[in-house]
């Protein structure tokens, strides 16, 4: 049996997640603002590191796997946004690497979002302050973009942190060390969350409207099926991968955007990658 840390473990995807684990044998530490083994503010340096620091001291060193699930939706007001779908997923993780590293076969699944590929006009700027870890920047650079600007500082923070996974999943460091690190993209899913959303007159509007061709909202019981096989044996093979369960949504919109063959311009990079191989721990 294994020892799994899951964020956001009181409510939503991470709550139904935990659960599921938990009924298969596995111990799961929590971290949430309530309801949790560990308590802790992951839109603050104090509260990320606690979050590392318990969990860590909890799993006695060793981590069989992690889910990052606490998340704040569009509406949430942007610096919220910036600090706890971006630096309260990449900070813990990059502090619980170790732990996972010691474990056999460790999985992470990142909580990312299929508002990725369906927002857009997300500006690039604020992904790349993310990627840099530099809130301020990224929160001014959304600043002028009025009411809008939470629906795109969502977007930029999944964007961001999917970008990270994939940088990540393939290193030394993580792929090298044995550790699965992956990320779930859901499109609309029934939780608290979603909830309110719905609840809010324009945003609720707005998330009515979005074409999911399989029609109605996401179950989260699916959603945290997909995290536990994610998290087992059978992702043995998957790495760096953003799997998208939304319904059809990305499909629908981005349908012939991805996969693309890879670009004239893009060949010295990818020549100087094959020569060099990704490399080992
Ligand atoms: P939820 O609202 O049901 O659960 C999120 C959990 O995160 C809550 O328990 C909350 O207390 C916790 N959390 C929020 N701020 C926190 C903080 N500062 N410190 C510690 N914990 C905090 O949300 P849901 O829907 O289960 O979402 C899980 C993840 O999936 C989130 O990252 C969300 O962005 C993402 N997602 C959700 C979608 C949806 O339609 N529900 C769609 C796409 C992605």
Not at 88 to 94: A, F, I, M, Q, R
Not at 218 to 240: E, N, R, T, V
């Amino acid at each position: 049996m294994g020892t799994y840390a899951i964020t956001g473990s009181a409510s939503g995807m991470g709550y139904h997640t935990a659960q599921k684990l938990r009924a298969r044998g596995h111990t799961v530490i929590g971290v949430d603002l309530h309801d949790a083994e560990v308590i802790a503010d992951l839109s603050t340096p104090r509260g990320r590191q606690t979050a590392a620091d318990e969990v860590l001291a909890a799993a006695g060193g060793v981590l069989d796997g992690a889910v990052l699930a606490a998340g704040l939706g569009p509406g949430a007001g942007n610096r919220l946004i910036a600090e706890v779908n971006f630096l309260g997923v990449v900070e813990p993780l990059t502090a619980w690497r170790p732990a996972l590293a010691a474990a056999d076969r460790a999985k992470v699944v990142v909580l990312a979002s299929n508002s990725t590929t369906t927002v857009p006009a997300v500006p690039r700027r604020t992904v790349d302050a993310l990627l840099a870890h530099d809130t301020d920047r990224a929160v001014r650079s959304i600043r002028l973009l009025g009411s809008n600007g939470s629906a795109l500082m969502y977007s930029a923070s999944k964007t961001a942190v999917s970008r990270w996974v994939r940088r990540q999943a393939v290193t030394p460091a993580w792929a090298g060390a044995g550790i699965r690190l992956n990320a779930l993209a859901p499109g609309a899913i029934m939780t608290p969350l979603l909830e309110t959303q719905l609840a809010s007159p324009r945003e609720g509007a707005a998330v009515r409207r979005f074409p999911i061709p399989v029609g109605g909202f996401g179950d989260p019981g699916q959603l945290a099926d997909w995290i536990c096989f994610m998290l087992s044996d059978s992702a043995d093979f998957l790495c760096g991968s953003i799997i998208f369960v939304d319904g059809g949504t990305d499909a629908f919109f981005r349908t012939d955007d991805w996969p693309r063959t890879l670009p004239l311009r893009r060949l010295p990079g990818y020549l100087w990658r094959f020569a060099r191989g990704p490399g080992h721990a």
